[in-house]
């Protein structure tokens, strides 16, 4: 799979962070020396900007980066890093910050995922998906919702892929019990369910009711993997106020122990469907 420009603007805010380490210098003292704010710089350090040129050419004579192939390589990265993924078609309609999370899964190799409120954005159906944006974005006009949901439906594109996305859900109980949409656009919801989960690479969990307690009671997470293993892992977190990535390696390694334990107590995979099933028969 050729690495896309979110993945090229991590390896480059990375290789630029290093750099700067190297170099003695602090994130506010070189923000200074551009001319920029502090936030600018952290967010081409964390990949999610692109580096103009002018600010790369700075950088790199300040962090005396002499060797030509060494500056040819950084060059070509921040130039890719510049091109436009698909998902740049939904600009107008993408809330502030999602497209970094767009652009990771799309260059993703594996997510592992735990949902609590809703079926998971790559296994909606589109009256699902739907349902959801109209209760969740009030103020969209229809046409919003119905570019929002053809975005929802573009990113599962990916679980065609070959080879597929490496996908690992797992659903409170409490997702496949909401009915959402009405009985009907449930039903169908939950019997979509069925047949993705028979997809390679795809893996869906429940965590039931009667677990009680659990590891996972802060709420929602993705971890985000890449086929590249230099390329570090990330956490998505989803909440009202933006976007938040975690990227710290103890943070990555907390939320992967919590999926972990999750996976241990959630119901194998083969129960988990037999569940499923008797929740559509239910509403049916």
């Known amino acids: 799979m050729a690495t896309g420009p979110t993945v090229r603007r991590r390896r480059l805010g990375t290789e630029l962070r290093r750099l700067r380490d190297s170099a003695g210098y602090k994130l506010e003292e070189v923000a200074g020396m551009l001319g920029v704010a502090p936030s600018t710089l952290s967010r081409i350090e964390t990949g999610k900007a692109p580096t103009k040129s002018a600010y790369l050419s700075q950088l790199l004579e300040l962090y005396q980066v002499t060797d030509a192939g060494q500056r040819q390589i950084l060059v070509d990265m921040a130039r890719e890093g510049h091109r436009k993924g698909w998902w740049a078609a939904y600009d107008d309609v993408l809330p502030s910050g999602l497209g970094v999370y767009v652009g990771l899964e799309a260059e993703a190799s594996g997510l592992r995922s735990y949902e609590i409120a809703v079926v998971h954005g790559l296994l909606q159906t589109t009256d699902y998906a739907r349902a959801i944006l109209r209760a969740s974005a009030p103020r969209h006009t229809a046409d919003q919702i119905e570019r929002l949901v053809d975005l929802r439906m ?113 119901l194998p995979p083969e129960a988990s469907l037999d569940l499923i099933s008797k929740a559509a028969r239910e509403l049916a």
Not at 176 to 189: C, D, F, S
Not at 230 to 244: F, H, K, L, M, N
């Open 154 to 266: 573009e990113r599962q594109r990916r679980l065609d892929d070959n080879p597929p996305l490496d996908l690992w859900v797992i659903h409170d109980e409490a997702v496949i019990r909401r009915t959402v949409g009405g009985p009907v656009v449930m039903r169908h919801q939950l019997a979509h369910l069925l047949v993705a989960a028979g997809l390679p690479g795809v893996t869906l969990q429940v965590l039931p009711f009667d677990t009680g307690a659990h590891a996972g009671h802060d709420g929602p997470f993705s971890i985000v993997e890449f086929h590249d293993r230099s390329d570090s892992e990330v956490v998505y977190v989803e909440s009202t106020a933006g976007p938040i990535y975690l990227e710290k390696d103890r943070e990555v390694r907390a939320c992967a122990e919590v999926f972990d334990r999750l996976r241990a107590a959630a």
